[in-house]
């Protein structure tokens, strides 16, 4: 059964950083596409930033140049590191996993809370 418990998210004021973990449990996350997504209220979920399992990466164009995706296969962890924060930037956020070829996982996370006050 897989399991993804993330964490790491809290209040932060503009221009601030966090660094978002999510820990993953039941597979080999090494050979899985990585993701974090966000849903702002009133909004879709979207796919804020992607890893795949070579570690190429690939980022929304409102948050590149400020997030960073990374992972690291012997903790089974995926993380964001999220710096220069915009309150635009606040949303629970979530992580998922996918193998080659395959859609996201249909069933998320509890999510983290991001909240960037202005």
């Known amino acids: 059964q897989v399991q993804l418990v993330e964490s790491g998210g809290g209040l932060v004021q503009a221009g601030g950083s966090l660094r978002l973990s999510c820990a993953v449990s039941?597979?080999?996350?090494?050979?899985?596409?990585l993701a974090w997504f966000r849903q702002a209220p009133g909004k879709l979920r979207e796919s804020v930033a992607t890893?795949?399992?070579?570690?190429?990466?690939n980022y929304i164009y409102s948050v590149k140049g400020r997030f960073t995706i990374s992972r690291d296969n012997a903790k089974n962890t995926v993380y964001l590191q999220m710096n220069s924060l915009k309150p635009e930037d606040t949303a629970p956020y979530y992580c998922?996993?996918?193998?080659?070829?395959?859609?996201?996982?249909?069933?998320w996370g509890q999510g983290t809370q991001v909240t960037v006050s202005s």
């Open positions: 890893i795949t399992p070579g570690g190429s990466t």
């Open positions: 039941g597979i080999d996350v090494s050979t899985y596409h």
């Open positions: 998922n996993v996918r193998l080659d070829a395959s859609p996201w996982r249909p069933d």
